[in-house]
């Protein structure tokens, strides 16, 4: 079963355009994850799946309703949570939910299983102003708003962007509970490390998306060796290295460097006698593994070479 | 390594804010020329340290040296010798990158010609001749960004505080941006930098972990690592701030 | 309903929980007509008037003495002539000049009545409406005690002539005007700042998602001010009618049908700045400029329209608040009814129906 579908979407603002020919789908009952730096147009795709915004070319459909004809019933089956947590801070974390609640024509005890597991971490604070809790309690808040009404799909704009690293793997776990109980979450973030989390993802980047699989299949398709090597003069390694027309990429890791080479053939045997050439020797070079942020990169530079 | 010069001394340094103790009790050294990492939960109490670490507000007690100036009563002189940048303040919108560039000059109390001349070398630098009489409004966050660091250092401070400086920068920009801070470091410039990003922690030389108002942890990200028994700062940061 | 009275609520908290809002929603008023009120009505003391007395009498001496002897006035010039009049006003030197009839104590006595002439400069016509009600109360008094001899009340008839401003358009002027001002600062303002404040801080993204249609959107968000535009409205009137002893002589019914009429129309206003304005910097500005400040200098509450280049006085035509204020003087000091009014209550209903149908059209369910 497909719940979004997505098909030649295009947008602009004035000369702006903020997303272009995006085609893709999202199963049932998934946590899809759409991956993308700040300005991708992640958030412009997220409107107009949730009928905020129309498209100006191409359609999208969700659970089989149309977004600009049918938005009343998107609607209704639909929780949103954008990118600036949507919460009255002069309202309390209480009176927040309920406002919520009473919109969608419903109450916190009818509803009270969906948020319990992550309102029951608010409760200590519920008369405390909206504005006077933390980053990863606002967070946590805005989902319980955004869950009230029990939607069959839900939309997270960025929801651990500023969000420290402890409060980002709570979420998550709780993203997971959330779709085993049955809901399609769409979530977007700019973390590209991420991308582990989600069921499916799809990379954005300057309004495209460059690609769509399961972070497995994602992280299979990179297929150029990686090392990192251990340099004393860093940056002047960094200079020789790149010298080297066969290295793709090598840039700064803290006390090491990475390198992509252009292709299998050039692996670690080969490294080493380009450096000891060029009278950097005793270097131990180590192969690591393609991380998303490596993915990504490479989608993008796949994606621009294939299109020029 | 052990006889570099250290350039910001904290001892007992305590804030507190009524009863709600924000820093409590720190005590820390950074380097010369040092990448330090400054991590911690939302409401560890990052953001108040540094503000008394710029000269911004006072802490309650404890003494504090930055760049050998005292934070009680050289306020004007740390101000001076220090940069900042962080996420969400850097760059004015509506002006251009070399207008803004030359107001940063400007307010250090550069002279016209040396602002002129820095400024060419900087757009230069960035590899942004083409587009520097763009609005910064116009361009992409990850080439604002780059800017906005390039002017926190271009007065040349002993010291550049960065706050949260690459988030929701794309994974290449990100990159380039780091290694503009590698080259500022190996120009002697201390940086001291808080981020979310875990992989970032490992870029630096040392990193300390906050949790609660105190310093759980302080050392290199491998010695981190090898203390608590895992592979990635990630897990070091999960164990020591979910306690 | 349900959804509507959760929202009316939520609005509630936002009012109740911000002092800011509070001062403005319930202090303002009261300072604004306290101010008008008191300041604008400053005392009179040592008003420079001449004196032209035709008949030269013990009446008239006694009355001029009066007058003096008041603290109230000063005597600048003993005037002979009425040319004289003309010019003494010119120079600025007199704000009022009081002629006395020719054989002024003997057609008193002949027939029980004297005339008597108050002329006053008008051009600052709050002062000019108080110096001739002074001189006028001071002449009473002194009649009181003349008619205590008589059995026959004599009568001496003050006659009023406002020099450049015929009309004493401004009189009792400030509580209608203040009125006007209160409601559309509430009313408008207000309502417009908060929906804005809901597009600033993202939860109006959440609204549009939500299956609230916008009409329970804006309704949600405006009852609130209607109820305490009302309120408003009442506590005006009270202070009016209890400190400045404001008249309300028509029927109450249709000075609050109007009211109403006029708050709605603030209203739409507001609303419609609202979908004009992305920030609550630009939706202050707006409605400052334009309705704020329309309101104090084009809609006579201030400066009279008479007195105003062409130009600005068909600007005065387009501002809602002319007609609001035309309508309360007349009901208030003149007790007119519907029939004397009804012009600009269409006029009013006109410019509602515009502004709602405006709104309606640029309020979307969706961003723009």
């Given at each position: 079963?497909?719940?979004?579908?997505?098909?030649?979407?295009?947008?602009?603002?004035?000369?702006?355009?903020?997303?272009?020919?995006?085609?893709?789908?999202?199963?049932?009952?998934?946590?899809?994850g759409l991956i993308g730096p700040d300005g991708a147009g992640k958030?412009?795709?997220?409107?107009?799946?949730?009928?905020?915004?129309?498209?100006?070319?191409?359609?999208?459909?969700?659970?089989?309703?149309?977004?600009?004809?049918?938005?009343?019933?998107?609607?209704?089956?639909?929780?949103?949570?954008?990118?600036?947590?949507?919460?009255?801070?002069?309202?309390?974390?209480?009176?927040?939910?309920?406002?919520?609640?009473?919109?969608?024509?419903?109450?916190?005890?009818?509803?009270?299983?969906?948020?319990?597991?992550?309102?029951?971490?608010?409760?200590?604070?519920?008369?405390?102003?909206?504005?006077?809790?933390?980053?990863?309690?606002?967070?946590?808040?805005?989902?319980?708003?955004?869950?009230?009404?029990?939607?069959?799909?839900?939309?997270?704009?960025e929801?651990t962007t500023g969000v420290d690293a402890v409060s980002r793997k709570?979420f998550w776990?709780?993203?997971?509970?959330?779709?085993?109980?049955?809901?399609?979450?769409?979530v977007s973030t700019p973390y590209m490390d991420e991308a582990a989390r989600c069921d499916r993802i799809a990379l954005m980047q300057a309004g495209r998306i460059m690609d769509q699989d399961t972070p497995g299949e994602i992280l299979s398709k990179f297929r150029v060796p990686l090392f990192e090597i251990r340099a004393n003069d860093r940056l002047g390694t960094l200079e020789i290295l790149r010298s080297i027309p066969e290295i793709k990429r090598a840039y700064l890791f803290g006390q090491y460097i990475h390198i992509a080479t252009d292709s299998e053939r050039h692996g670690a045997e080969w490294l080493k006698t380009q450096l000891s050439n060029r009278g950097i020797a005793n270097v131990k070079i180590t192969p690591v593994v393609a991380d998303f942020e490596d993915c990504f990169i490479d989608a993008v530079e796949n994606y621009t070479t294939h299109r020029t | 390594m052990n006889?570099r010069?250290?350039i910001?001394?904290?001892?007992?340094?305590?804030?507190?804010?009524?009863?709600?103790?924000?820093?409590?009790?720190?005590?820390?050294?950074v380097h010369e020329g040092e990448i330090f990492g400054f991590l911690g939960a939302?409401?560890?109490?990052k953001?108040?340290?540094?503000?008394?670490?710029?000269?911004?507000?006072?802490?309650?007690?404890?003494?504090?040296?930055?760049?050998?100036?005292?934070?009680?009563?050289?306020?004007?002189?740390?101000?001076?010798?220090?940069g900042?940048m962080s996420q969400?303040?850097s760059?004015?919108?509506?002006?251009?990158?070399?207008?803004?560039?030359?107001?940063?000059?400007?307010?250090?109390?550069?002279?016209?010609?040396?602002?002129?001349?820095?400024?060419?070398e900087l757009i230069e630098e960035l590899d942004l001749s083409d587009i520097?009489?763009?609005?910064?409004?116009?361009i992409p966050l990850g080439w604002r960004q780059k800017v906005a660091f390039s002017v926190a250092v271009f007065?040349?401070?002993?010291i550049v505080f960065l706050d949260e400086p690459t988030g929701g920068v794309d994974p290449l920009t990100r990159r380039q941006f780091w290694e503009h801070i590698y080259r500022a470091a190996a120009r002697g410039i201390t940086v001291f930098i808080t981020t979310h990003y875990m992989d970032e922690a490992e870029y630096c030389e040392r990193v300390s972990i906050m949790?609660?108002?105190?310093?759980e942890a302080l050392d290199s990200p491998e010695n981190l690592k090898n203390n608590y028994g895992v592979k990635t700062m990630d897990e070091v940061f999960l164990k020591i701030a979910?306690? | 309903?349900?959804?509507?009275?959760?929202?009316?609520?939520?609005?509630?908290?936002?009012?109740?929980?911000?002092?800011?809002?509070?001062?403005?929603?319930?202090?303002?008023?009261?300072?604004?007509?306290?101010?008008?009120?008191?300041?604008?009505?400053?005392?009179?003391?040592?008003?420079?008037?001449?004196?032209?007395?035709?008949?030269?009498?013990?009446?008239?001496?006694?009355?001029?003495?009066?007058?003096?002897?008041?603290?109230?006035?000063?005597?600048?010039?003993?005037?002979?002539?009425?040319?004289?009049?003309?010019?003494?006003?010119?120079?600025?030197?007199?704000?009022?000049?009081?002629?006395?009839?020719?054989?002024?104590?003997?057609?008193?006595?002949?027939?029980?009545?004297?005339?008597?002439?108050?002329?006053?400069?008008?051009?600052?016509?709050?002062?000019?409406?108080?110096?001739?009600?002074?001189?006028?109360?001071?002449?009473?008094?002194?009649?009181?005690?003349?008619?205590?001899?008589?059995?026959?009340?004599?009568?001496?008839?003050?006659?009023?002539?406002?020099?450049?401003?015929?009309?004493?358009?401004?009189?009792?002027?400030?509580?209608?005007?203040?009125?006007?001002?209160?409601?559309?600062?509430?009313?408008?303002?207000?309502?417009?700042?908060?929906?804005?404040?809901?597009?600033?801080?993202?939860?109006?993204?959440?609204?549009?998602?939500?299956?609230?249609?916008?009409?329970?959107?804006?309704?949600?968000?405006?009852?609130?001010?209607?109820?305490?535009?009302?309120?408003?409205?009442?506590?005006?009137?009270?202070?009016?009618?209890?400190?400045?002893?404001?008249?309300?002589?028509?029927?109450?019914?249709?000075?609050?049908?109007?009211?109403?009429?006029?708050?709605?129309?603030?209203?739409?206003?507001?609303?419609?700045?609202?979908?004009?304005?992305?920030?609550?910097?630009?939706?202050?500005?707006?409605?400052?400029?334009?309705?704020?400040?329309?309101?104090?200098?084009?809609?006579?509450?201030?400066?009279?329209?008479?007195?105003?280049?062409?130009?600005?006085?068909?600007?005065?035509?387009?501002?809602?608040?002319?007609?609001?204020?035309?309508?309360?003087?007349?009901?208030?000091?003149?007790?007119?009814?519907?029939?004397?009014?009804?012009?600009?209550?269409?006029?009013?209903?006109?410019?509602?129906?515009?502004?709602?149908?405006?709104?309606?059209?640029?309020?979307?369910?969706?961003?723009?």
């Amino acid at each position: 079963m497909v719940s979004i579908n997505i098909n030649g979407v295009d947008k602009s603002y004035g000369q702006v355009k903020a997303v272009q020919q995006a085609s893709f789908e999202v199963p049932g009952n998934c946590l899809f994850g759409l991956i993308g730096p700040d300005g991708a147009g992640k958030t412009t795709l997220f409107r107009m799946i949730t009928t905020l915004l129309i498209p100006d070319q191409g359609n999208i459909s969700v659970f089989g309703f149309d977004t600009v004809r049918d938005y009343r019933k998107i609607r209704l089956f639909t929780g949103y949570m954008p990118g600036r947590f949507s919460l009255y801070p002069d309202l309390t974390v209480g009176e927040n939910i309920s406002f919520y609640a009473t919109i969608f024509g419903t109450t916190v005890k009818k509803n009270y299983h969906l948020i319990k597991p992550v309102y029951s971490l608010l409760e200590p604070f519920r008369d405390r102003l909206a504005s006077n809790l933390s980053g990863g309690m606002k967070q946590k808040l805005a989902l319980c708003c955004a869950l009230i009404h029990n939607p069959k799909l839900l939309v997270l704009d960025e929801p651990t962007t500023g969000v420290d690293a402890v409060s980002r793997k709570e979420f998550w776990e709780t993203l997971h509970q959330l779709k085993d109980s049955g809901m399609t979450i769409l979530v977007s973030t700019p973390y590209m490390d991420e991308a582990a989390r989600c069921d499916r993802i799809a990379l954005m980047q300057a309004g495209r998306i460059m690609d769509q699989d399961t972070p497995g299949e994602i992280l299979s398709k990179f297929r150029v060796p990686l090392f990192e090597i251990r340099a004393n003069d860093r940056l002047g390694t960094l200079e020789i290295l790149r010298s080297i027309p066969e290295i793709k990429r090598a840039y700064l890791f803290g006390q090491y460097i990475h390198i992509a080479t252009d292709s299998e053939r050039h692996g670690a045997e080969w490294l080493k006698t380009q450096l000891s050439n060029r009278g950097i020797a005793n270097v131990k070079i180590t192969p690591v593994v393609a991380d998303f942020e490596d993915c990504f990169i490479d989608a993008v530079e796949n994606y621009t070479t294939h299109r020029t | 390594m052990n006889q570099r010069k250290t350039i910001i001394s904290v001892n007992n340094l305590v804030k507190k804010f009524g009863g709600f103790v924000a820093n409590d009790n720190l005590t820390f050294d950074v380097h010369e020329g040092e990448i330090f990492g400054f991590l911690g939960a939302n409401g560890a109490g990052k953001t108040t340290a540094i503000r008394i670490l710029c000269g911004l507000s006072y802490p309650t007690s404890g003494k504090i040296l930055v760049s050998g100036f005292d934070v009680y009563t050289q306020r004007e002189e740390i101000k001076r010798n220090i940069g900042y940048m962080s996420q969400k303040f850097s760059l004015y919108e509506d002006l251009n990158i070399r207008e803004n560039i030359r107001f940063y000059g400007g307010i250090y109390g550069m002279s016209s010609s040396a602002i002129r001349r820095k400024t060419d070398e900087l757009i230069e630098e960035l590899d942004l001749s083409d587009i520097a009489g763009t609005l910064i409004r116009d361009i992409p966050l990850g080439w604002r960004q780059k800017v906005a660091f390039s002017v926190a250092v271009f007065h040349e401070p002993k010291i550049v505080f960065l706050d949260e400086p690459t988030g929701g920068v794309d994974p290449l920009t990100r990159r380039q941006f780091w290694e503009h801070i590698y080259r500022a470091a190996a120009r002697g410039i201390t940086v001291f930098i808080t981020t979310h990003y875990m992989d970032e922690a490992e870029y630096c030389e040392r990193v300390s972990i906050m949790a609660e108002g105190r310093i759980e942890a302080l050392d290199s990200p491998e010695n981190l690592k090898n203390n608590y028994g895992v592979k990635t700062m990630d897990e070091v940061f999960l164990k020591i701030a979910r306690k | 309903m349900k959804e509507f009275l959760g929202f009316v609520k939520k609005e509630f908290i936002h009012i109740f929980r911000d002092s800011r809002t509070l001062v403005v929603l319930f202090g303002l008023p009261v300072a604004q007509i306290l101010i008008f009120g008191f300041v604008i009505q400053n005392e009179i003391q040592d008003v420079r008037i001449a004196i032209h007395d035709k008949s030269k009498d013990p009446v008239t001496f006694d009355i001029t003495n009066k007058l003096l002897s008041s603290g109230f006035f000063r005597l600048e010039k003993y005037l002979t002539s009425e040319k004289e009049t003309e010019t003494i006003f010119k120079t600025g030197r007199v704000r009022e000049v009081i002629v006395f009839d020719d054989d002024f104590a003997e057609t008193l006595k002949r027939e029980g009545t004297a005339g008597i002439q108050l002329l006053a400069d008008a051009s600052d016509p709050n002062s000019a409406r108080m110096i001739v009600s002074y001189t006028q109360a001071i002449i009473a008094t002194y009649l009181k005690e003349l008619n205590r001899d008589h059995q026959l009340p004599l009568i001496i008839e003050p006659r009023v002539r406002m020099m450049y401003n015929a009309d004493l358009k401004s009189a009792f002027m400030f509580v209608p005007g203040t009125m006007a001002l209160v409601l559309t600062l509430v009313s408008a303002m207000m309502t417009c700042i908060t929906i804005v404040r809901e597009k600033e801080t993202g939860t109006m993204e959440a609204l549009l998602v939500s299956p609230l249609r916008p009409v329970q959107i804006i309704a949600g968000k405006v009852t609130p001010y209607i109820l305490l535009s009302c309120i408003n409205a009442v506590v005006i009137l009270i202070l009016g009618y209890f400190i400045f002893q404001l008249p309300i002589r028509g029927s109450l019914l249709l000075l609050f049908g109007e009211t109403i009429l006029f708050i709605s129309l603030a209203l739409s206003l507001g609303i419609m700045i609202s979908t004009m304005s992305k920030t609550q910097v630009v939706a202050m500005f707006f409605s400052a400029f334009v309705l704020l400040l329309p309101t104090l200098l084009l809609s006579g509450f201030i400066f009279p329209i008479e007195n105003m280049p062409k130009v600005l006085q068909w600007l005065c035509y387009a501002m809602p608040p002319k007609y609001f204020i035309t309508i309360l003087r007349s009901v208030m000091l003149k007790g007119t009814g519907i029939a004397e009014v009804w012009r600009e209550t269409l006029v009013l209903t006109g410019m509602l129906v515009f502004f709602i149908s405006v709104s309606a059209v640029r309020f979307k369910v969706r961003l723009q």
